[in-house]
């Protein structure tokens, strides 16, 4: 990755972190893009989607996620208002979901995810496509499933990348707002702890990243690491 990061222009914690983050997030965003581009018009083969998942939007979300639970850190804890008694039975929309009811034809913005899966430790579970299938004497075997036809796959995996490539888009724009977002999460008891897979950074052995990558979204994920200790030791 031959660009550099712009220097700094804020003195929050951790600000020239996060202002890496954003730009290694924009770089990986404006690749993603430009590849999609480049192939418009044309149905995307499955083992290409997946490159430009594992290549491009897996780090670039993974390097604005941990930069959002920074910006995060900064803020003020905020209270849980979800039981408040202000709103009655029958009361009107409120103002953010107003768009969306007068004007349903255009798409919402789909939310950027904030929380990661972590790994799962093996277990016996056999998918259910890879289980024997028994009859009963006289009867023959129910037939398998038939799969789905592969332009079906295809799309859905397509549709799949663009959805969270607007989301991603969306957060960067605002991460801010996006930060807000993940506090209040917090507040009502919907974010976990921990949050993220520190332990496996989604997308951190991607080529796309360069030496440069890598070591901005490993500083990003110790960091936000050592920020989860802290606030679990502030709420525990």
Known sequence: MPETPPP???DVPHGPLIDEGGWLTNVLMIRLREALAARAGQLLAIPVLRSLMRDYLLPAEAALRRAIHLIAATLPPVEDRSHAAGRLPGA????????AISDPSKPRTPSFRLTESLPRPPTNYIPVSQRPRISIAGDPPPPARAPEPYTVRAERLEARLRRRLAALMAAWDDPQRTAERLQRLRARGRIRTPALSFLKIPGARAET??????RILRELNRT?????????ADTS
Do not use: H, I, V
């Open 8 to 10: 700094p222009e804020d």
């Open 92 to 99: 009107r929309p409120s103002q953010g979901n107003r768009s």
């Open 209 to 214: 990243l360069g030496e440069l990558g890598t």
């Open 224 to 232: 936000a690491f050592e920020e989860s200790l802290r606030l679990r």
